[in-house]
């Protein structure tokens, strides 16, 4: 303002004084002294510790806060650092500015920290400094460890998950689902048995969390039992063994389903035959004949606890031979679909016979004349399912599509590997559980899984996808060429720098549902 009327103004500046120690030339401070006086007068550290003594369990890498509370943190991670600092005394006298980690060698048993202070000192000034404190790293194996190493079997808690149908399916998508969550980073060891997986905790609040992840993820109910091992009497004190039986719903992604007529009417009507597209928390249900979408909740489920009328392994290849499309697009699920009119016959038919099926499907957007189908073949099939028989004058359809077949497209490209790899969980195999043809059984049913990942974005949507390393870019160019028409997974989807320790096993993936 004083420029805008003309008025003549004097710039201020800020003059030195010399520091009353040394006497060099420095802008004024409260203590009229320069910084390397000041510090050479005052250390603001002298009383904070600079050694201290930490323990760590070399099983599980925690660390002792004491009295027992131990604290899972890697090297030079935020959770370290900060368990490092709350480790100081008598760090409430001065302002902490900033902490830091100094590299040591990891077998070095050290770890060190340069922390930055501040403290008021001579009149008023703020003086800032940094040391470096030096924590020394002894083993100690925490309660849970030294109980495991003593006897493995000594388990406080057990989850045993199960699922009564003849395949493993859910139990590979559940996999992949624990592995991104690291939902079983808690379990001392996980058994995989004939229908299902047993998992066994030395803490009973980790078994409780796991089954709350499951029923986040999964249809599921459970129960849970406890077993008295022994008792104090002097000290009133109780050990029990815990265990939880977690049942999952039968009902998988892909099956034929004919609804109760109570849980039919309770849906507006819905079917009665629906095909299961998706299972979560919730089932989801499409009626193939009026693309209709209906969720069936955990409780409405177990309330009436349907079975499947058909399982994917009854599935039959169909070939196309002419499709109409009788409607537009209906989002169903983040899918389009369209219905439409198509011509099929059975491919095991072919120089037998002329049957052909005239039949309704939601598969209008994807299928065209001379590809392949995988359906239900009601028309020959002997079905004696109880819920059936409760609807009068239900006429049946001959066949129900479920999805395009993409069989043999894939015959060129046999034999070369995928682009992508998954993680395994470490599990020991029941004796039960083993056998040639269990394995080969166990082997067709992984590898159909890893497909219905490459078709299926929804069904990848929620797993991790690696980069496989072994995959050459000339082969990849050359298996696009060979089956353009095949889904494959895109290299966006896929994370890089995996990392695999040993206790990680990685396997080549090419099939899963849910």
């Not at 604290?71 to 600092?85: G, M, N, P, Y």
């Not at 998988?252 to 035959?273: F, N, T």
């Amino acid at each position: 303002m004083a420029h805008d009327t003309g008025m003549f103004t004097v710039a201020q500046t800020v003059g030195n004084v010399l520091c009353c120690k040394c006497g060099i030339s420095m802008q004024p401070n409260a203590a009229n002294m320069c910084v390397n006086c000041l510090r050479s007068e005052i250390d603001i550290t002298e009383g904070l510790q600079k050694h201290v003594t930490i323990i760590r369990c070399p099983e599980c890498d925690s660390y002792l806060q004491p009295p027992k509370t131990w604290i899972r943190a890697q090297l030079e991670s935020k959770e370290l650092l900060t368990f490092c600092v709350k480790r100081l005394k008598n760090l409430n006298k001065v302002k902490m500015v900033n902490a830091e980690f100094v590299w040591t060698e990891p077998h070095s048993k050290r770890i060190k920290v340069k922390l930055k202070v501040q403290k008021e000192v001579l009149n008023g000034a703020v003086l800032e400094q940094g040391y470096t404190v030096e924590y020394v790293v002894q083993d100690q194996m925490c309660e849970s460890c030294s109980r495991v190493q003593a006897n493995p079997d000594q388990w406080v808690a057990a989850v045993q998950v199960r699922q009564h149908v003849t395949h493993r399916r859910t139990f590979f998508y559940l996999e992949q689902l624990i592995l991104k969550h690291d939902a079983a980073k808690s379990a001392i060891r996980i058994r995989q048995m004939d229908q299902g997986i047993d998992f066994f905790f030395n803490n009973r609040s980790h078994a409780v969390k796991f089954v709350e992840f499951l029923s986040k993820v999964a249809p599921i109910r459970s129960r849970s039992d406890k077993q008295l091992v022994s008792h104090d009497q002097k000290s009133n004190t109780f050990n029990y063994k815990h265990t939880f039986s977690v049942e999952i719903s039968p009902i998988c992604r892909e099956d034929l389903i004919c609804l109760p007529p109570k849980v039919a009417a309770s849906l507006g009507g819905l079917g009665p035959l629906v095909i299961c597209n998706k299972v979560s928390n919730n089932i989801a249900l499409l009626d193939p004949v009026t693309l209709r979408q209906s969720f069936l909740d955990v409780d409405q489920y177990w309330r009436s606890n349907f079975k499947a009328l058909m399982s994917s392994r009854q599935l039959v290849e169909y070939i196309v031979l002419d499709v109409e499309a009788i409607s537009s697009d209906v989002n169903i699920g983040g899918s389009r679909c369209v219905l439409a009119d198509a011509q099929i016959a059975r491919v095991s038919d072919f120089g037998k016979n002329d049957t052909i099926f005239n039949v309704k499907t939601h598969l209008g957007r994807l299928l065209n004349p001379g590809d392949y189908a995988l359906g239900y073949d009601l028309y020959s099939a002997n079905s004696n399912d109880i819920e059936l028989d409760k609807h009068k004058g239900l006429v049946l359809p001959e066949v129900i599509l479920i999805k395009k077949s993409y069989e043999e497209k894939r015959q060129k490209k046999r034999g070369k590997p995928r682009s992508w790899k998954l993680k395994s969980l470490n599990m020991d195999i029941d004796v039960a559980a083993k056998g040639g043809n269990h394995d080969e059984k166990l082997s067709s049913e992984y590898e159909q899984f890893l497909r219905d990942l490459e078709e299926n974005p929804d069904l990848r949507f929620n797993l991790s996808l690696y980069r496989n390393a072994e995959y050459q870019p000339s082969e990849m160019a050359s298996s696009v060429m060979d089956g353009e028409d095949v889904p494959l997974v895109r290299l966006d989807e896929l994370l890089a720098d995996l990392d695999i320790s040993d206790d990680d096993k990685v396997v080549d993936l090419s099939s899963m549902p849910e």
